[in-house]
């Protein structure tokens, strides 16, 4: 069965189930790097709103053999689960001052995301853009909308205040997590030893947030940046794991292996992350002992460029 097919077979059997007491629709949803995935709403006769369950994994599943009956089940029940149990007011959302302190920002690749940076407000940071969106809690779920160009006209502001608001957001709602490298290796793998030499990992960290979720966007924070130069006493180079987490070299650690640090970075995105995860193929020096800032690393025949 085509994706198609197995779409039409999904939304019909799921109308079938609830009938006139549910309107069933289908729509396309483009999501980070250009990312589009298949959304099932639902939306209930006497609710206001409804949830959308992502069926593309679902597709993949039916493909590798998952009962077409059950899958349909499985989707019923995240619907069940996560319909709200009464009307839901959205019209805060219209008003800038009740949403304002909930607006965040996070960090998207600017390359691979040409297409969706025209209809949304965002600020260039270096080779990446930051973008906004308003995390928020609807009927007890945890939840987030992007900013777009029609919420910013509608709320009467500019991406000048939407930065500001973020600044002060993002940090507190998110706050910073850094973990030595050993430490999360050690914790992956079940507090098994990983390569038997605690301090080869020295002078590495994994920072996100304590969500794990757009962390990247850590290295944005007010003096975050700034706390870990004072603290390993010189500079040091980001690399960006992926849109959730970045990992952080102290630079007199990694001086004679710095040039295989890009060709480090475009591997991991190509072999182990899925596509809307990447964040960059580039790699970042914190300059400490100079301007005090980040830049992109550039390579000129096969000399790195600060």
Known sequence: MKKEQFIDEVRNAVALHYGEEAVVSVHEQMKNNGVKYTGLCVKKIDSNIGPTVYIDAFYESFKSGRNFAEIVSEIIKIVEDNTPKEMVSMDFFRDYKEVRNQICYKLVGKSRNEELLKDIPHRDYLDMAIVYYVSMEVAGILGSVLVNNEHMKLWGVDEEALFNAASENTPAINPVNTVPMGEMLYNLSGGN?????????????????????NGACCILYPGYLQSIAAEFGCGFFIL???????IILRENIMAANAMCLADMVRSVNSECLQEQDILSDSVYYYDFGGENNVKKVEYDKEAMVL
């Open 193 to 213: 030893p990983v390569f038997g030499d605690e301090d080869y990992y020295e002078g590495m960290f994994v920072s996100s947030n304590v969500r794990g979720t």
């Open 240 to 246: 960006p794991a992926s849109v959730h987490e970045v």
